[in-house]
């Protein structure tokens, strides 16, 4: 009979604490945002689909055109080609394929690099309709960046 | 009442009434459903429809006409036109309670002996739509959704009734207005907190409402009696949940609220309603409130909850009103 008793005491308090709990929150401020227009900034260790990292000064890309990423990419998604243009001190790349599709985003190519000259940009949510739309020109405009307005930075 | 007596025939008032009811049923369906689901927004933090027009103001409507424009799918070995019939007597009784239902001293259409049970009358109608829907669906998730809601309607009934028995006690009828000039001096939740508790707890029972929405309980039964309705079948159950909610918020509110009583008014026999409202939003916002707070109960609680607390309360909250009623 007390069980019966304090049973139905505890069982109201914690229906008022539960009401107290879910009329604070109803008054505190929203948490989420609204994702299409508004969007949260993408955090630090994000990879996004790899991208090459510009000189400051020529703008020109870094890479050597060495190739050390092409052969020790896992999935063997990377194209390189390159060549000591006339004038040009060193070799740059002429052709710098990555076909997203295969890409795991481990990060051995960005490890690899020599000169420090793959990187990750923080576009994200990227989709398609066909494969093709995924082999990216790494040398060409990529997808997002200039929606996202991201600016290659040379990692340090 | 008065307003309507001014235009001549008969049938012309009634073809008016039954169209001011039913607009009435569909606008609160509407904003019910849209009030439910920006609470439900901000009681978790999130803002709720926001898209379809300003602040999401017409989700309701476009998604009424999305569910009336969609497939009514039937599945095979239903049972034929009781399948067709349980959607509409969830919703044909809806209008009748209106009948009763004193919105301001000037606002009721007839004032019965037996308001407050016939209100509680046309509600337990929705018990037999619920069942029927489940039983002829032809689907094991629906016939134990049906079967939970008639044991749950069956364990609270009978608090309800012993609570507006309480009422009827003290005020000597069980006529709406009857009980709401009754309430002149003091307001009957004052007088009986325990008999408003119990009837508030068990008029969220009845309308299957969350914490007690074991009948539609999507985790366990998918949605629960209504599984194989689709499209317009399936909103007029949800329009009809919505309407009962009102009609047990109007009891509520005029059992122990004081129906249209409150600070008076100019025009004070129609403008009055505004207060009725106000009690009425207030309680249908505590049942959403509640929704959103309380887990579902597991059906043993549930029962447990009904025939171990409510009933043996309400029966000697009874017991003690009318010692008190026959003593003073
Ligand atoms: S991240 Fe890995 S898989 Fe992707 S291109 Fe670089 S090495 Fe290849
Ligand atoms: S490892 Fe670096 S420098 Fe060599 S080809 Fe790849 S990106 Fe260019």
Known sequence: MKKYFSDLVTGAKSLVAGFIVTFKALLSPVVTVQYPREKLPVGKGYRGHPILILEDDTGRPKCIACGSCMRL????????????????????????????????????????CPVAALEYSDVYGLAGFTREEFQYDLLADLPGLVETGFKPVSAD | MDILSNIPPHLFRMIIAVAVVLGFVFANATVMGYLERKLAGRFQRRLGPMEVGWHGILQMPVDGIKLIAKQLIVPDNVAGILFYVAPLIAMSPVALPFLVIPFAPGLQVIDLDVGAIFVLTMISFNTVAVFLAGWSSNNNYAMIGAMRAVAQNIAYEIPILLSVLAIGLMTNTFSMKGIIEAQKSIWFIIVQPAAFIMMFICSIAETNRAPFDLPEAESELTAGFHTEYSGIAFSLFMIAEYTYMFVNCCLVATLFLGGWKGIPLPFGDYSSCIWFFAKVYFLMFVIVWCRWTFPRVRFDQLMNFAWKYLIPFSLVNLLITAILVKLL
């Open chain 1, 73 to 112: 990419c896992p999935s063997q998604c990377i194209t390189v080609q390159g060549e000591k243009k006339e004038g040009d001190k060193r070799k740059y790349p002429t052709v710098f394929q990555v076909d997203f599709t295969r890409c795991s985003l481990c990060g051995t190519c960005s490890e690899v």
